[in-house]
């Protein structure tokens, strides 16, 4: 016996796809900011399973995590879809998308190039900010993310563009 018949084949690095559709993973995120779950990864990995274990063949947290970017796209058409109607009267308003603590922000990786610290209403945090334009119905009419030092007035001219404003929003639209 030689030394080569020793050695262990080599093994192949597979490239297989998901076992979850589209449908699921759009699914399996909404369900995750309707639950009472505050991280992804604990909704994932015991939420989701407890309560929906029929419903999905899960694969593994990783995985999920790989496939999380397939979903920019059909979220964006998602939300264009579900665009509530026109009533001339609007409400604009932003809230903060805190990606860490504030005791962290020195050693933060995951969005360390994008997410900038900025100031609420609430105070200082890193991440970033979400501007919403709703109708009086409660209907999402524009959606906009910015970095977290941003200011919100220059959010609002983006935001306005595909919205029909009335007197009260007129210097603001363009």
Known sequence: MNGK???????????RTGNLSLAELLTIVLYFYLSPCKDFKNYYLYFLP??????FKLVTYSRIIQLWS?????LVILLQQL????TGI?????????????????SNRVFGRI??????SYGWFMGFKLHLIINNKG????IKITKGNASDLSAVSALTKGVNCNQLLTPYCN
């Open 5 to 15: 018949e020793k050695l262990l084949p080599s093994t192949k690095i597979r490239h």
């Open 50 to 55: 407890s309560k929906y274990s029929n419903n």
């Open 70 to 74: 397939s979903l920019t796209l059909p």
């Open 83 to 86: 665009k509530g109607e026109e």
């Open 90 to 106: 609007y409400f604009i308003d932003s809230t903060k998308l805190q990606v860490c603590h504030n005791k962290r922000t020195s």
């Open 115 to 120: 997410a900038k610290i900025g100031k609420s």
């Open 139 to 142: 209907e999402i009419m524009a």
